[in-house]
């Protein structure tokens, strides 16, 4: 019986909504109650994005993550924002290459992913975001190929197809770092 | 001999309009048009808000009765359902002109394919004589006692020069209905409206001409002529828009 | 069973009335339910029906209303302020009695508002919406599944009843993501010999129409609608009870706000407060039999809302004001935390309701 909640945060484009789908999706394949909630409206365009994400063994109740167990933080603005919510014990996974600070509570995991960086030099500059998810997988001992194969194909569209590689790349180099 | 017969399509109900006034004329002329064209088994129309609210006990056609101004948009929804059906809009210059000008503007910009019969009397008659958007500069209405005052509430507005400005719509005519030779000429125009949405041209819409003798003031037959004298010097009778004329005359 | 798939909920509102046959939908661009009309745009040339972007809502009710006329199964979505224009619209609909139905996924208001989540407009949706005596079937779902449930089961009692049948959702439950799955048998729409389709020269025609100038004709058709709404009151209530067997204190709450009060109930129950919920589905009509049979059992009922209190008006009613009713809110487009509900339960449990 668990349940972890989720919550991603950063500029709009950085592709905080399709790794939440992303995980959600993989949730859901693996029979996990799941909710997906973006924040919405003009603070889409550009401005701090976030993206509340539900997986549980049972029924999820409100899908607002207020006091997330994990904080996935892109941007300095919504580091400074999200830290103190985090619940004491929680994890925190921070693109160390956009943020330089370091995180103030000594109560929470936090894993420092110079992810953009990472993606720029592996060619694959709008995939910061997926290297965190791999990061997140491998820390919560879920990086099974098969349901991150599965939950892809779902989350690209067939239009798409040729980035499942890529994708699975960044996952990869995500959960190496 | 000439045998006067009701259209098969006019309802044998007695209306409710006023001694003198055009609608009844205007009602038969549609009526007419439906029994020549046969499209009365599949025409659907739309009444207004304004005098013609009851139009739909008038015709035998299916009816739909909408809010005030809505007609053109009631009607393309009615048209989108049912594209084989033949769907009429019967409106007055407050419902048409006024509260229902984004209908009608749109509605002719996307050239639906309706027909609307669109009856210009300068005046509010239903509510007993307002100021319409058609009203004359100068014309003394309950709601513009002094003269309608062009620099207090502004110009009438001229339905088909306006529509004509679009690209949408395929045919504006303006007719009148105050003598014979008019009313004849007004059941060309309406003939042709309804012969375009048949053959799939799209929005036509014929403005009519009408008295108002009630709420005018005047005795019927001097109101008819108050139609040739101020009013189409002012709303100039003709055709408007008819692209299919214009792209015969270009070949 | 279908697979389940990630939708948003005004994608699984889109696509589900697709499903329950709906081939029309007219609407007007408004934050936070334009992926509904983005879906349509894309849906609807693909299945020979038709998606057209009004010139303003009021154009978009209005086709909705001839649509309807022709008996076919229409739709349009908006939200709060969209909804205030299409209030003439709903009213003729009513008066018409042509079935049909509406989507508000609901933002904070009054005037321009906010495009947060909101259930502030609950009297407008409830109470009729516009002028003149009647009544939509108010539904408000709680999850992404409800919403495309409660759109199939919309159509279904609009054409059932000759109504309009309004979703009354939220952004957040526009906007979120979950599992769903689209199975539905869907049972052909009833017969309708009063639409408006031509009379192919076989028939008197038809009418459709609520102009009736003479008042004992008007009372007539009234008293006539209302008889179909008891018939409604008394078939159609839906609502969902969680946790109410022993419960001493009741929360109610509806949509996005049912699902907060869960998390608090079930933390109340975890430090020994017998709690429970009754959530409306049916928003009109209103379940009024739960909220009775909970007067007579519990010490207080919680109003748990995203508005300035709406709902609790009608659970005063429906308590006959037997136990207190205390309102926990959020309003303008913020949303209760599990905690203030929580603080709230305590508050009642120990007699601080007001």
């Not at chain 2, 045998?3 to 006023?18: E, G, I, T």
């Not at chain 2, 003709?238 to 270009?250: Q, S, W």
């Not at chain 3, 109410?244 to 204190?249: G, K, L, R, S, Y």
Request: contains cysteine.
């Amino acid at each position: 019986m668990s349940t972890t909640q989720f919550l991603f945060a950063g500029f709009g484009g950085q592709g905080i909504l399709f790794s939440g789908k992303f995980l959600a999706y993989k949730g859901l394949m693996e029979d996990k109650n799941v909710s997906w909630l973006p924040s919405y409206g003009p603070e889409m365009r550009g401005g701090t994005a976030s993206c509340s994400v539900i997986i549980s063994d049972t029924p999820v109740g409100s899908p607002i993550v207020s006091n997330p167990d994990v904080l996935v933080a892109m941007n300095l603005p919504s580091l400074d924002k999200y830290e103190d919510s985090v619940v004491p014990g929680g994890t925190i996974f921070i693109d160390s290459t956009l943020i330089e600070r370091k995180v103030k509570r000594d109560d929470v995991t936090v894993h420092y992913i110079p992810a953009t960086g990472l993606a720029n030099e592996n060619g694959m500059p709008t995939l910061a975001n997926m290297i965190i998810a791999g990061k997140i997988l491998a820390a919560m001992g879920e990086f099974d190929e098969d349901g991150i194969n599965a939950a892809l194909g779902k989350v690209i569209s067939a239009r798409h197809a040729d980035k499942l590689g890529l994708n699975l790349k960044a996952l990869n180099l995500g959960k190496e770092n | 001999m000439v045998v006067f017969d009701k259209p098969n399509a006019l309802a044998d109900a007695s209306m409710h309009y006023c001694p003198g006034c055009t609608h009844g004329i205007v009602h038969r002329l549609v009526a007419e048009v439906m029994d020549e064209l046969g499209i009365e088994g599949r025409t659907i129309g739309i009444a207004p808000v304004g005098c013609s609210v009851m139009a739909y006990n008038y015709f035998n056609c299916d009816m739909i009765e909408a809010a005030h101004g809505r007609a053109p948009a009631v009607a393309t929804g009615v048209k989108r359902a049912e594209p084989d059906s033949i769907v009429f809009t019967y409106q007055g210059d407050g419902d048409l002109a006024s509260i229902g000008m984004a209908e009608t503007v749109h509605s002719a910009a996307r050239n639906e394919n309706i027909t609307i019969i669109f009856i210009n009397n300068a005046i509010y008659g239903m509510t007993g004589g307002q100021m319409a958007p058609t009203t004359l500069p100068g014309q003394v209405t309950q709601t513009s006692p002094y003269g309608r005052d062009v620099n207090h509430c502004g110009f009438p507005i001229k339905v088909c020069e306006m529509l004509s400005e679009l690209d949408g719509p395929e045919y504006l005519e303006r007719v009148a209905v105050n003598n014979v030779k008019n009313v004849k000429n007004a059941k060309k125009a309406i003939k042709k409206a309804f012969q375009n949405q048949v053959d799939g041209k799209g929005f036509s819409l014929v403005e009519v001409i009408s008295s108002c003798p009630t709420n005018w003031g005047m005795t019927p037959k001097k109101a008819l002529e108050w139609i040739d004298e101020k009013m189409i010097p002012y709303y100039p009778l003709g055709v408007y828009k008819d692209r299919t004329a214009a792209k015969e005359e270009t070949k | 069973m279908a697979d389940k798939v990630l939708m948003k909920g005004n994608e699984a509102i889109a696509e589900a009335a697709i499903i329950a046959g709906c081939k029309h939908y007219f609407g007007y661009p408004i934050t936070p339910q334009t992926e509904i009309a983005a879906y349509m745009a894309k849906r609807m040339p693909k299945i020979g029906g038709v998606f057209l972007q009004a010139e303003s809502e009021i154009a978009a009710i209005n086709m909705v209303y001839g649509v309807a006329a022709t008996g076919h199964r229409v739709m349009t979505s908006s939200s709060s302020p969209g909804i205030s224009l299409k209030g003439e619209g709903l009213s003729y609909l009513a008066g018409a009695d042509l079935p049909s139905l509406i989507v508000n996924v609901q933002r904070g208001g009054p005037g321009l508002g906010g495009i947060q989540p909101s259930q502030s407009d609950y009297f407008q949706a409830t109470k009729g919406g516009a002028h003149g005596d009647f009544h939509m079937i108010v539904l408000a779902p709680a999850s992404v599944q409800e919403m495309a449930d409660l759109t199939v089961k919309g159509f279904e009692l609009a054409d059932k009843y000759r109504m309009t049948s309004m979703i009354l959702a939220d952004g957040t439950m526009g906007q979120m993501m979950e599992p769903v799955a689209l199975d539905y048998e869907i049972a052909p729409a009833p017969e309708k010999p009063w639409a408006t389709v031509g009379t192919k020269m076989a028939r008197e025609h038809n009418i459709v129409n609520s102009l009736f100038l003479a008042p004992e004709e008007l009372e007539r058709v009234n008293f006539e609608r209302y008889e179909r709404y008891a018939a409604i009151k008394e078939n159609e209530t839906m609502y969902e009870e969680y946790m109410m067997e022993d419960a001493d204190i009741c929360v109610a709450a509806f949509g996005i706000a049912a699902r907060v009060a869960k998390n608090a109930i079930n933390e109340a129950r975890k430090q020994g407060i017998k709690v429970g919920l009754i959530r409306p589905i049916t928003l009109w009509p209103f379940p009024e039999a739960p909220f009775k049979k909970a007067a007579d059992k519990v010490k207080a009922v919680v109003s748990v809302e995203l508005s300035m209190g709406q709902m609790i008006e009608d659970i005063r009613l429906a308590t006959e004001c037997k136990v207190p009713v205390s309102l926990c809110n959020r309003a303008g487009g913020m949303i209760p935390s599990p905690e203030q509900v929580l603080e709230a339960i305590k508050a009642a449990n120990n007699g601080g309701a007001k």
